[in-house]
């Protein structure tokens, strides 16, 4: 079945900073990769996905790339807020019923 | 719009007791899959519902069951619960069967002594 590691599992930053998030994923099949973020006992929230179809994608501050080749893909986060600390995860999937298999989670925290 | 709702939010329960959670999706949402959450860790797929049927399922034993309801709530049960049941379980819904644009709920948190 489908693995997906993600790395770092901590990640500080200094605010206005940029922090980059990066998973990897075992399955070719794999055609759709969403990025939650889940703040201390909170739901997760869909921040931004991505297609296989698509290498990359842009929403405000934040920007998510994908390599189907070396499969990987990655969260880049630009001018980091004190908003921004949460934990962030990155998923993948294929298919109708694909589920999704979540990575470990990103812990973020962004420093005044 | 309430989103995903899910009852109830925390859960005391002692091993070998049965355990009913409850999930109400989003509107327009048809499709609800439940995850499980160990502190710490991401989500862990258990299974998701269309059309009242279950249709695909993780790697979790047969002690976890659920069902969905003509109007595409859903229940997640757990019979003879473990010390190592206890977790956040989140259910989340979205539109159709391609299983994007997940929208969670906040979660029950079971806690099995």
């Known amino acids: 079945g489908e693995n997906v590691e993600q790395h770092p599992s901590t990640l500080s930053v200094q605010e206005g900073d940029s922090a980059v998030i990066k998973c990897t994923y075992s399955d070719s099949a794999s055609n759709y990769f969403p990025w939650y973020k889940q703040e201390l006992g909170k739901r997760p929230q869909l921040i931004i996905d991505?297609?296989?179809?698509?290498g990359e994608k842009k929403d405000q501050r934040i920007a998510v790339t994908l390599n189907k080749t070396a499969k990987h893909f990655s969260l880049h986060i630009t001018e980091t807020q004190p908003e921004d600390s949460a934990v962030y995860f990155c998923?993948?999937?294929?298919?109708?019923?694909?589920?999704?298999?979540f990575g470990a989670g990103t812990q973020v925290v962004v420093t005044p | 719009d309430a989103g995903v709702t899910q009852s109830p939010t925390h859960l005391i329960k002692t091993r070998g007791q049965q355990v009913t959670l409850r999930c109400s999706p989003k509107?327009?949402?048809?499709?609800v899959s439940w995850y499980q959450q160990a502190l710490g860790q991401g989500p862990q797929f258990i299974f998701q519902y269309y059309e009242e049927e279950e249709r695909q399922r993780g790697n979790f034993p047969d002690r976890f069951s659920g069902h969905q309801f003509p109007n595409y709530s859903s229940e997640l049960n757990v019979n003879a619960l473990l010390l190592g049941d206890s977790a956040l379980y989140l259910c989340?819904?979205?539109?159709?069967?391609?299983?994007?644009?997940?929208?969670f709920g906040s979660g029950t948190q079971l806690s099995v002594l």
């Open positions: 509107s327009g949402h048809d499709t």
């Open positions: 989340a819904s979205s539109p159709g069967t391609a299983n994007e644009k997940l929208f």
């Open positions: 998923a993948a999937s294929h298919g109708s019923w694909g589920k999704l298999q």
């Open positions: 991505i297609r296989s179809n698509v």
